[in-house]
């Protein structure tokens, strides 16, 4: 079982900076991968960003490429989303998960088995 907590969402305005941190419990933490999820007011949750067991390969949603970066920690136990250049869509609550050590895809929620409460990222225009 693992337990993920995810801290660093707020409030910044249309072409600042966050960084999301999501801490886990439990498990073994360096066999998952980890991804990065947001959900908007009236969307459904939508894939942003994941990271390979060893952290060697990421993977992005096209709306962030080249914007966001992903990366972990193996030992703090902790994966990390950078986001720079944001925009008012990239408002919604950003949660993270943990999956197996080789999903069939990335980009699939359903392939995520654990997943954290999320942290709200408001952008301003």
């Known amino acids: 079982q693992v337990q993920l907590v995810e801290s660093g969402g707020g409030l910044v305005q249309a072409g600042g900076s966050l960084r999301l941190t999501c801490a886990a419990s439990g498990g073994t933490f360096s066999t998952y991968t980890m991804g990065w999820f947001r959900q908007a007011p009236g969307k459904e949750r939508e894939f942003v960003a994941a990271v390979r067991w060893s952290g060697g390969s990421t993977y992005y949603a096209d709306s962030v490429k080249g914007r966001f970066t992903i990366s972990r920690d193996n030992v703090k136990k902790t994966v990390y989303l950078q986001m720079d250049s944001l925009k008012p869509e990239d408002t919604a609550v950003y949660c993270c998960?943990?999956?197996?050590?080789?999903?069939?895809?990335?980009?699939?929620?359903?392939?995520?088995?654990?997943w954290g409460q999320g942290t709200q990222v408001t952008v301003s225009s």
């Open positions: 998960a943990a999956g197996p050590k080789y999903p069939s895809t990335y980009e699939d929620r359903g392939a995520y088995r654990y």
